[in-house]
């Protein structure tokens, strides 16, 4: 099994940054993507950024330039840097990977961090 335990969330006013972190426990696994998905009320749940085990990132078009991915396979800790918060941004953050386990390939999920952002 893998558990993805979300850290980081608060308030921050608009224009002000915030770092989320991701902790991944388990055994016998092996993570082939880690991705940072958000989720307004209302809204539905949209995929914020990713990274490979390769470390190759991708980023959704409205955080580019202002969100950073990063993180290390072997430390089983990744992070989301936000920069320049706009009201926009408010969501329940959510950690999300997929993992090589025994029987395959599988889907893991955090419970969420909540991010306010305040104008």
């Known amino acids: 099994q893998v558990q993805l335990v979300e850290s980081g969330g608060g308030l921050v006013q608009a224009g002000g940054s915030l770092g989320l972190s991701c902790a991944v426990s388990?055994?016998?696994?092996?993570?082939?993507?880690l991705n940072w998905y958000r989720q307004a009320p209302g809204k539905a749940r949209e995929l914020v950024a990713s990274?490979?085990?390769?470390?190759?990132?991708n980023y959704r078009d409205s955080v580019k330039g202002r969100f950073t991915i990063s993180g290390d396979n072997a430390k089983n800790t990744w992070y989301l840097q936000m920069n320049s918060l706009k009201l926009e941004d408010a969501a329940v953050y959510y950690c999300?990977?997929?993992?090589?386990?025994?029987?395959?390939?599988?889907?893991?999920w955090g419970r969420g961090t909540q991010v306010t952002v305040s104008s």
């Open positions: 990274i490979t085990k390769g470390g190759t990132t």
């Open positions: 999300h990977c997929y993992a090589r386990v025994p029987q395959g390939t599988a889907s893991f």
């Open positions: 388990g055994s016998n696994f092996s993570l082939n993507a």
